[in-house]
């Protein structure tokens, strides 16, 4: 899906974001009737991310699609492969975080990492957009926590006060696969610190 064309929208990446998580927030609803039905219970992962794409009839005279592509596109499917690896349901890249500007309040966001996707040589931030079930939008001071750990400890070297929080956390959050991933990561670079230039960047190496 994509906002902005073929008529403008001038709040683009604040609607895709919106109708992201309005998916998500029905998604407990949703499983409490399959599950009465007998059906299997699923899950939804999204990414999002905001940029120039050419839109239009794409294919030949005989078989067209009105859809859009370009890097920008490309980005976006990373990201929603992302979301298994970090276990969320919805990411966003930082150029839909910086698209939000002050809509970002009526949202619960965190950071998740800094990443290179495969096919791209400069790293971009990703965001995690949390839905209302999500524990850390239920828990008091959860999330606060976390982006402090993030931001001003782990990115900061301070594994040891990082690793802290995100124990504490964990304990409240034990299925939180993106902290765990900081958890174990700043435990290896207490062990053999990272080198002098490191950045804090995950390199993916796969789609």
Known sequence: GFWGAPLEAKDHAYHAVRGAKLMLDALP????????????????GIGLNTGEVSVGNMGSDRIFQYTAL???MNLA?????LTKYYG???????FTWEKLGDKRA???????????????????KIYEVIPNWNPLAKEDGLLEKFCDAYES?????????????????????????????????AEEYLRHPPSEDWDGVTVMTSK
């Open 29 to 44: 609803e949703i499983n409490k009737e399959f599950e009465r039905r007998k059906f299997p219970r699923i899950n939804v």
């Open 88 to 94: 969320v349901n919805l990411m966003i890249s930082e």
């Open 153 to 185: 400890k782990y990115l900061r070297r301070r594994f040891e006060e990082a690793l802290a929080v995100f124990r504490e956390i964990l304990s409240l959050y034990p299925e939180d696969k993106a902290t765990k991933k900081l958890h174990d990561n």
């Open 106 to 124: 009526e949202f619960r966001i965190r950071p998740l990492d800094l990443v290179q996707v495969k096919g791209k040589s400069k790293a971009v």
């Open 77 to 81: 499917s990373r990201l929603e492969g």
């Open 70 to 72: 370009g890097d920008n």
